[in-house]
């Protein structure tokens, strides 16, 4: 699903996270701005210490800026309480980590079920496994599935709510190159059939292919901005 240029899902402007550290100061974001559109798919990529994963916490209401707003349909995050900020993560942004963070004990259904148990206008758990291809996988547990296996209950949980955001920070990080492709390649049908504003975070150049655009971080900072004209499918790529 191609970007709508008509509704800005985040606007974001001098975007500036400052952490301190004793008497050390660490500037992890510097006047970010930048604007993110309904059912677009975007890839950040910067090494390891570029901001990404700040950029991304903040824009998902786990952390807040030091200085600068950042709007969500016009509402200003950095404004609201925890509370607000509480309601705001639980109804509108799925999360996922490089790490799957599944209940070992629980059923990869029952991992789903968590989630839309607490949700405004969730889908089945069964339907979400079936969206990310795990259908006939549903009552095994944890230790019964692959790495790749896991990360995919990890999305459909992140999307059984039916989330306005998907935000990935890593998510084939712990995974070899071709489980990786089949995680990438449930992100992208998430994206395209749901139309889930997603952002995947990375510092595998190869993986910016799929987006619509690649945002580029260094030290804090957008150093630069492509637009793919050509995007890939993920079963394209090799890293």
Request: hydrophobic fraction near 40%; include cysteine; aromatic fraction near 6%.
């Amino acid at each position: 699903m191609s970007a709508n240029r008509s509704e800005t899902v985040f606007r974001a402007r001098g975007l500036t996270k400052v952490y301190t550290m004793g008497e050390v100061e660490v500037h992890a974001l510097r006047g970010i701005d930048l604007d993110l559109y309904a059912g677009e798919l975007v890839v950040l990529l910067g090494a390891s210490g570029s901001g990404k994963s700040t950029l991304v916490n903040i824009l998902g209401g786990l952390d807040t800026a030091t200085a600068g707003n950042v709007f969500y349909h016009g509402t200003d995050l950095t404004r609201a309480g925890d509370r607000e900020l509480t309601e705001y993560r639980r109804h509108n942004v799925g999360f996922v980590f490089q790490f799957y963070n599944l209940i070992p004990s629980l059923t990869a259904l029952e991992n789903v079920a968590l989630v839309t148990e607490i949700a405004e206008r969730p889908m089945s758990p069964r339907e979400a496994l079936q969206l990310v291809g795990l259908g006939p996988r549903a009552e095994h547990f944890p230790s019964q599935l692959s790495g790749g296996e896991q990360q995919r209950v990890a999305i459909a949980r992140a999307i059984a709510k039916r989330p306005q955001v998907l935000l990935c920070d890593e998510p084939t990080g712990a995974l070899d190159s071709q489980t990786g492709i089949v995680v990438l390649e449930a992100l992208e049908r998430v994206n395209r059939e749901l139309g889930t504003t997603t952002v995947i975070i990375t510092h595998n150049v190869v993986q910016g292919e799929i987006a619509e655009r690649i945002i580029h971080l260094k030290d804090g900072q957008i150093t630069e901005t492509q637009r793919n004209e050509q995007r890939r499918a993920p079963g394209e790529l090799t890293w």
